[in-house]
């Protein structure tokens, strides 16, 4: 158990709909950092927050969102699904910004299925 | 370009063997270098990591690896695997300032023959 938890596991939902997933970090991990696994893109970074802020962007679509809460947690907002966006969507959270700085943690993934 | 190659996408070895995963980078700069395993149904666990010193790093489970600077490789060993080893290893590298620039190999599957 890496101490990283999602929610939900699971998520089927059609295209067009929204939907939110939500991560809660280690605890004291101040960075949470959002990952796309899919069969054809393999694993592609998303989104990095630290303490709030938003720190660096990666592949991350404009119909997709991200926040970081006070209390650390975090949610990626997807919108305007569509079948391509069906994938694995893993958090990790680590202690600092740098990979020096710690390992990241991941938590087990949320797998959403977009009909 | 920086990038990392897993050059094997399955790989099937007999329960007590030795094994070899092999991973080579593109890095512009001196690369921090990770070794991630994904069971079925979870997360990445880190398995080890490399940024300087000595270049055999050993790691959790029974793993090591090796950093060949001149080959551009970084690549996973155990001497005796086991069936609980069955899982997808991801070679990683990115630099040592910022965990967001990770770049991730496409993973290598490996089964266990009984």
């Known amino acids: 158990d890496s101490g990283v938890t999602q929610t939900p596991k699971h998520l089927i939902t059609a295209t067009g709909q929204r939907v939110t997933l939500r991560c809660s970090p280690r605890?004291?991990?101040?960075?949470v950092y959002w990952y796309q696994q899919s069969l054809d893109q393999g694993l592609q970074f998303l989104i990095h927050y630290y303490n709030g802020e938003e720190r660096a962007k990666g592949n991350i679509l404009e119909r997709f969102s991200a926040q970081q809460f006070p209390d650390l947690h975090s949610e990626l907002n997807l919108s305007s699904l569509e079948l391509g966006d069906s994938a694995l969507y893993f958090c990790?959270?680590?202690?600092?910004?740098?990979?020096?700085?710690?390992?990241?943690?991941f938590g087990p993934g949320t797998r959403l299925t977009v009909t | 370009a920086q990038s990392v190659t897993q050059p094997d996408i399955h790989i099937t070895v007999s329960e007590g063997a030795s094994l070899e995963l092999r991973c080579n980078y593109s890095?512009?700069?001196?690369?921090?270098l990770f070794w991630y395993v994904q069971s079925p149904g979870q997360g990445l666990q880190l398995l080890l990591k490399?940024?300087?010193?000595?270049?055999l790093v050993q790691g959790i489970k029974g793993f090591e690896a090796e950093f060949k600077r001149s080959q551009s490789s970084f690549n996973l060993r155990k001497p005796s695997v086991h069936w609980s080893d069955a899982a997808e290893y991801f070679c990683?590298?990115?630099?040592?300032?910022?965990?967001?620039?990770?770049?991730f190999g496409s993973g290598t599957r490996l089964s266990i023959r009984p």
């Open positions: 890095y512009g700069a001196t690369p921090y």
């Open positions: 605890s004291g991990d101040l960075s």
């Open positions: 990790a959270s680590s202690g600092g910004i740098g990979a020096g700085s710690g390992e990241q943690y």
């Open positions: 990683a590298v990115g630099p040592y300032s910022s965990a967001s620039k990770i770049i």
């Open positions: 490399y940024f300087s010193g000595d270049t």
